[in-house]
């Protein structure tokens, strides 16, 4: 198929539509307002659901009674429409329904900004919401990594019962790229059936679909069950990518989305001056790439890394957490909706190869 | 004749059928039924008219209302 | 020619036989009954899900054999909205306390409602909290005794009880709402026929239906079931008028009460 330039939100709702995924609610927020713009008019088009509901709070509460029909379902919110979610994505973790979240991250906390930023980590990763689940979480750089993420992220949804989510930032939602479709659209007939959905009591017992387990024993075996899938992930679905890493590197970027694309830049830039720096960018933030991140770091050649972000240092910690002290790490971040640019990271890089020992987790 | 039975185990005592047969034909027992409630009994079977009040008043449905021969039905339900 | 027993009165086949954890005398079990009889009677128990709130009701899906979801507090009219947009053919009802729709979920049921969302929602209405132990709803009835104002209800300090059904009738968009009562035989199947012809307009696909059932809560109201009823009758009665007012099935938006 032929590629066609588009707004990042809007490839993001066409890529849903070619995953078979035609129900979609809502609630208006900036920078994610487009895709709700668009599926209202695409999705009469191709016979789906779409809803703007009175709140995210509601949004999210339909997308659970939409999930239990057995049909993919998605919304695309921003941070603090996200963090109206967290109670329905909680019940809908403890309930095992598959439902796919977009968070398009503005700067934080409270209403914030509108402008793009990185500081939803924590609450996509260690789960915003109450109770023992998390979250797969997928992070694309670029546009055409957002389509193909979007269409994984019902397949991964579905595959393990659990709410995905993935994470862009106003960057992505807001600007125009070329992107490539596949031809055919996934049929939601084709799609295997659930055999857990609630169909109609026609010839078998009732399914219930909860999370209450008022039995504690009950509950312990459900949040096992829980924990088991996120195992799996971590065995199954970690998705990284390495960028010009090399044994001439001193440092090791690690960023992920937009930062990691600016990042590519800085490198880029900096191998034209003879300086070779390497990027690790994670692509999954859950399961987190931490066996690959720690191979890397015990290299020889690496002696700092340098973690950046557009937050004031979150996925630095699972960075940490996955070099276990190993090597020293580094953090630089701006946040408040400022997206840096590669010159920043360039002269960052280079005042860490000048003196490595003195930087801290601060920022420059 | 009309009469009824009252399953004594889904009964938990609330005696709100006592007060609803408009013929009074039933108490409540002094035995208990498996939650430990006193359950309601039917005393004077002769005079039940299968007016089905009790059963629509019980808020467990312990109650089934059951005849034989002819019966009025006294209003829709 | 031996004479068979029939059978004019029993347990409706979309209910289950187990034992309810209701209190004795808890209209929940009244309530449940009728929705059941309306699924029986309207044959549609192979296709309809209903939707369990948080309060005494939480277990509702125990007691019927249709498939259920469990909503978080006061957002079971999102999970009806979410499941009937995408199962129009399906049978959706809710189920819910004073607590779950006229507090918690206050915009969901208004913002359902408005939207002609087609599912049927039942709201018990006992002027209290049951399930967490008797604390004050937005429908407590002024000087009453719960135990978030053991003085009473003081209307100067938090106002007065909310009336769900003249509340939504304030919306323009059609549909069916009726308040009944199950505190006496007489009013029950008076209140059997509001949720049958609620039931009825979801499978004509006509509207959203609200029956609000004035519920008694004999031990939190520190009654016997048959004092709660006598108190239902002499304090809510007055205060939440039984009737419809507004019936979609009318030209009129309201029609006369019942």
Redesign the interface.
């Known amino acids: 198929m032929a590629k066609i330039l588009m707004k990042g939100n809007e490839a993001i709702a066409e890529a849903a539509l070619k995953a078979g995924a035609l129900?979609y609610?809502c609630y208006p927020i900036t920078p994610q307002t487009e895709v709700a713009e668009y599926l209202a008019r695409r999705m009469p088009e191709v016979g789906g659901?779409f809803?703007q509901?009175?709140?995210e709070?509601?949004?999210a509460?339909?997308?659970?009674?939409?999930?239990?029909?057995g049909?993919r379902?998605f919304t695309t919110s921003s941070s603090p429409g996200i963090s109206l979610m967290q109670?329905?994505i909680s019940?809908m973790a403890g309930?095992q329904l598959p439902v796919v979240i977009v968070n398009i991250m503005r700067g934080g906390p409270g209403l914030g900004g509108i402008l793009p930023a990185q500081s939803d980590y924590f609450q996509a990763t260690k789960a915003g919401g109450h109770g023992d689940y998390r979250l797969l979480v997928l992070a694309p750089s670029t546009i055409q990594e957002a389509v193909d993420l979007m269409m994984l992220s019902f397949h991964l949804a579905d595959k393990y019962r659990n709410p995905v989510m993935m994470i862009g930032d106003g960057m992505i939602g807001q600007m125009m790229e070329p992107v490539e479709f596949p031809d055919k659209y996934v049929e939601p007939e084709e799609l295997p059936e659930k055999t857990w959905a609630?169909?109609?009591?026609?010839?078998r017992k009732?399914?219930?679909?909860?999370?209450?387990f008022l039995d504690p024993v009950l509950l312990e075996k459900n949040s096992w069950v829980l924990h088991e899938k996120y195992e799996q992930m971590k065995k199954n679905e970690v998705r990284y990518e390495r960028y010009k890493i090399s044994e001439k590197n001193e440092i090791l970027l690690v960023a992920y989305g937009t930062m990691a694309r600016i990042c590519q830049t800085a490198i880029d830039d900096l191998e034209a001056e003879g300086i070779s720096v390497g990027l690790f960018r994670p692509i999954t933030l859950f399961p987190f790439p931490e066996k690959q991140i720690q191979e890397e770091a015990v290299k020889k050649n690496v002696k700092n890394l340098l973690v950046i972000e557009m937050s004031t240092a979150q996925m630095c910690e699972d960075v940490e957490r996955a070099v276990l002290g190993k090597k020293p790490i580094k953090f630089f971040g701006r946040t408040g909706g400022i997206v840096p640019a590669p010159e920043e990271v360039i002269q960052q890089i280079k005042q860490l190869l000048a003196k490595p020992k003195s930087a801290s987790r601060k920022k420059a | 004749m009309p009469g009824v039975t009252i399953d004594k185990n889904h009964c938990k005592g609330c005696e709100l059928c006592v007060r609803a047969c408009p013929q009074q034909v039933l108490a409540m027992s002094r035995k208990i039924g498996l939650k430990g409630y006193f359950y309601a009994e039917l005393f004077d079977s002769s005079r039940c008219i299968g007016c089905r009040i009790c059963a629509i008043t019980c808020p467990d449905a312990a109650i089934e209302v059951h005849t034989h021969g002819t019966t009025f039905t006294l209003f829709d339900y | 020619m031996a004479e068979q027993n029939t059978t004019i009165f029993a347990r409706p086949e979309a209910m289950t036989e187990t034992i309810t954890h209701y209190c004795p005398g808890c209209t929940h079990g009244i309530i449940h009954r009728l929705v059941a009889e309306a699924i029986d009677t309207l044959g549609v128990r192979e296709r309809t899900v209903g939707v369990a709130p948080v309060g005494c009701s939480v277990l509702a899906y125990n007691y019927f054999f249709t498939d259920f979801l469990e909503a978080p507090h006061g957002r079971a009219p999102a999970l009806a909205t979410g499941f009937k947009r995408l199962r129009p053919d399906m049978i959706v009802f809710t189920y819910q306390g004073d607590g779950d729709l006229a507090s918690i979920g206050m915009a969901e049921i208004i913002h359902a409602a408005n939207r002609g969302e087609k599912f049927t929602a039942i709201f018990v209405n006992n002027a209290i909290y049951g399930m967490t132990g008797g604390q004050m709803a937005p429908t407590t009835m002024p000087g009453q005794i719960t135990t978030t104002c053991p003085s009473g209800r003081n209307v100067a300090q938090v106002g007065y009880p909310i009336k769900m059904v003249e509340l939504l009738s304030g919306l323009v968009t059609p549909m069916y709402l009726e308040r009944v009562s199950v505190h006496d035989p007489q009013h029950i199947v008076m209140a059997k026929r509001a949720i049958r012809k609620a039931f009825q307009y979801q499978i004509d696909n006509q509207c959203f239906s609200l029956i609000e059932v004035l519920s008694t809560c004999p031990t939190n109201w520190g009654k016997t079931p048959t004092e709660a009823t006598d108190w239902l009758t002499e304090h809510l009665l007055p205060y939440y008028p039984l009737g419809c007012t507004k019936d979609f099935g009318t030209k009129e938006d309201n029609s006369g009460s019942v």
């Open positions: 129900n609610f659901v809803l509901g009175e709140s709070l509601a949004v509460n339909m997308l659970f009674g939409a999930s239990a029909t049909k379902v109670e329905a019940y309930a609630a169909t109609g009591a026609k010839g009732p399914y219930v679909i909860k999370s209450l």
